[in-house]
């Protein structure tokens, strides 16, 4: 599915979220704008701090085909705030929930082309540098997750000219770009700038 498509459908649905707004609702209203052999949404809960603009959590993965009943698909989950069937979203926040939701896709799209050029074959698994965050740096440094991380940012339609001070990026500019530098930037380089020539690649095809 084209980036284009994907956020269309996206933004058309987010001119809706400010308020105060029905979880479950939001959640019909995402399953009905796409074929659920494709792409479905559900909803979770989460306890903890949240900032006002971000309190909302996607996770999301790509699931192969198991049978008949249950198709290749990608599934997408919302955490909303514990304890609430309502969620106050600013418009700043159904802007990036917007990003977030279509930066899911293009991330789990991206891992179902990558399976479906090489079934069930495994990639080298990344050996994580001293002082590195170990589950992090394992998760992170996996060649497949490299590469849709940096596809990804592709959602995000980040200034090329930004990425030269790609050590500035904040989180709240790009999540990927922000967790690969704190993760491999000083700990492994080569890591570092092969993902940043991902981006930069991915970035360009959009221009």
Request: hydrophobic letters at 35%; aromatic letters at 12%; glycine letters at 2%.
């Amino acid at each position: 599915m084209q980036l284009q498509k994907i956020e269309k459908k996206i933004y058309a649905l987010s001119e809706n979220w400010v308020g105060k707004k029905h979880v479950p609702s939001m959640i019909r209203s995402l399953n009905k704008a796409f074929q659920r052999n494709i792409v479905c949404f559900s909803s979770e809960r989460f306890e903890g701090e949240y900032f006002e603009d971000h309190n909302v959590i996607v996770n999301a993965h790509y699931c192969a085909r198991i049978s008949d009943f249950i198709p290749e698909h990608i599934y997408i989950a919302l955490h909303f705030p514990v304890g609430k069937k309502k969620v106050t979203i600013t418009k700043e926040g159904a802007k990036n929930l917007a990003v977030r939701i279509i930066r899911a896709i293009h991330h789990e799209y991206r891992h179902k082309h990558q399976q479906r050029q090489r079934p069930l074959l495994l990639q080298k698994e990344y050996k994580p540098k001293p002082k590195q965050n170990k589950m992090k740096a394992m998760y992170y440094g996996n060649p497949d997750e490299l590469d849709a991380h940096a596809y990804e940012t592709q959602a995000e339609h980040l200034d090329i000219n930004k990425l030269r001070r790609a050590h500035k990026i904040s989180w709240r500019d790009s999540e990927a770009v922000f967790m690969y530098r704190k993760t491999f930037r000083k700990q492994d380089p080569k890591v570092w700038q092969k993902f940043l020539k991902k981006v930069y690649k991915n970035g360009r095809s959009l221009v």
